[in-house]
Every structure is written in structure tokens, then in C-alpha cells.
């Protein structure tokens, strides 16, 4: 019953929108995805937000591998909101979130107070490798109906990769400042609150992934830890990506276009990497930009 309703808020807010200033359409458009995301939230045992490009896909591929071990799942389906629950009942429902459209349903923008009540994971990742990435998704990957709703620059654009990481857009470094500094204030009004960094977890994996299943109280095993780890290295998500392991589970691991290595879902993983894009002045006036704004609680100053 509710796929039915969604789709159809679905259609008839898009043809309500054709009629809309550009504006209010957006708006509109944000408060119906907000919706669906509250209603998960309702739902869900769990919570995984993250700002794009944080290594959320890859953590959703490892939770995933063991889940598939323990209860013997297919290998080809992420695990999404509830379709891991609907194979097995004692599998709960987790809801994975990048957190920007919550906020446009309940109002709550500069707050978490939606997401005190529930056992939250934070996904932080340095926001200059963020915003590298995100350059890359937009010039290789977003959706055309989410440029404007997320204020990308319009497609086609000609902005160089400096003026994207340091500009006033969806995409750009201080976009992410600003969502993990009000993280930062409201973390601990959070019952049960985790913080995951991508950092830490390229740099010991297997301790991260134990501290994390500990937090969501599952019982592993070192053996389940060890195989989900290897089943989601860097390789071998590379591999699966290449030739479309996950296509039941939709595009969210499919490259755009097979030949063009920055359309790839997994592209670099590597740490630090943006400093390979830039002269030395721009990564000096980056750094400094990130140390005057960032909350040191999460170490990238």
C-alpha cells in the first residue's frame, strides 16, 4: 500500500511542479523526498547518515557480505532500506541516509531532533577528498533531477575543479563543513550515537567494522568480520562494479559509462587524494579554508 501511495505523490507532486516557479518546485520536490525519509525513519532500527561521497557504499557492501553469510542471502542484492528484513525477519531495517531532505519535511534545519530517539552511525569523511568526489559525481554521475533540488552548478558548466571545491554549491567543501558542524553540536543529544571516519576505516578496517557490528550489537564472529572485509576491498568492489554484480539493487553500483574511470561508483579511495589535483597554493588555500571552519572534533584540521 505504500509503494502505491509513494508513487503517486510521486506523479502527482512532479506534475504540480511543472506549473511551479523553479523555486517553489524545488522546494516541493525536497519535501516529498523528505517525506519518504521520515517515513523510513519511522521504520527503520538503524541509522547511517552520511554526506555523499563518504564511503557509504562501501560500508553498505560490508554489512551486506555478512548478513549474506549468516543467513545465507543472495550475493547480488545490497542491502537496502527493508529488503534484507523481508527475507529474514531477524535482519533489521537500517536506513541509509545522506540527510538532506529530512529537514525540508519536518523543518528541522538546524537541528537533529529527528534523529535523537535512534541509534545513529555517522559516516564522516575528510571534506576535501568529499568535495573532489563530488566534482566528479556531478560532472559524471548525478541525476539530472538532482543538480537543482541539491544546488549543484547546472550541467555543463564551466567551472574549474578549484572553483567547485571552494564555491558556494551542494558539492563543495563548505557544504560539507556546515553538515558535519551541526552534526558536531548535536551529536551528543543523540541516544546511542556513533562516529565511523573513512579514514579510520582505509587504515584498520577489520578493527572498525568489529567496533561498528559491536555498536549495532550483532555478535560476529573474527571469521564473518574477516570475510566481510575482504569481500569489500577496494578491488574487489572495482570488480564487481565493472561487471554489474549489483544490478537488482539499481544503479547505486553501476558506472555511467564503463570507459570513463571517473564515472565509476568506487573511483579512487584513496586518502588525502585531493592534494593530486592541485598547485600547492591551492591545496595551502583549501587546508586553510577547512582549519577556519571545520569543528576540530573530527581530527581533519
Known sequence: M??????????????????????????????????????KYNRCEYIFASYGKSGRTWVRVMISRYYQLVYKLPDNILMGFDNYTRLNKDIPKMFFTHDNYIKDYTGDADTKRPFYDKPVVLLARDPRDVAVSQFFQWKFRIKPSKV???????????????????????GGMGAMVDYLNLWAKEADKVSRFHLLRYEDLRANTHEELRRLLDFMQVNASEEQVAAAVEYSSYENMKKMESRQQFRLSGGRMMPRDKDNPDSYKVRRAKVGGYRDYFTDEEVAAID?????????????R
Open 288 to 300: 586553510q579554508r577547512l582549519a577556519e571552519t571545520l569543528d576540530p572534533v573530527f581530527g581533519y
Open 2 to 39: 505504500h509503494m502505491i501511495f509513494k508513487r503517486v505523490l510521486k506523479w502527482l507532486v512532479r506534475a504540480i511542479c511543472k506549473f511551479l516557479p523553479e523555486e517553489q518546485a524545488h522546494q516541493l520536490e525536497r519535501w516529498r523526498r523528505g517525506r519518504e525519509e521520515f517515513w
Open 148 to 170: 537543482a533540488i541539491n544546488n549543484y552548478p547546472p550541467r555543463g558548466s564551466d567551472i574549474s575543479l578549484f572553483d567547485f571545491v571552494m564555491g558556494d554549491n551542494g
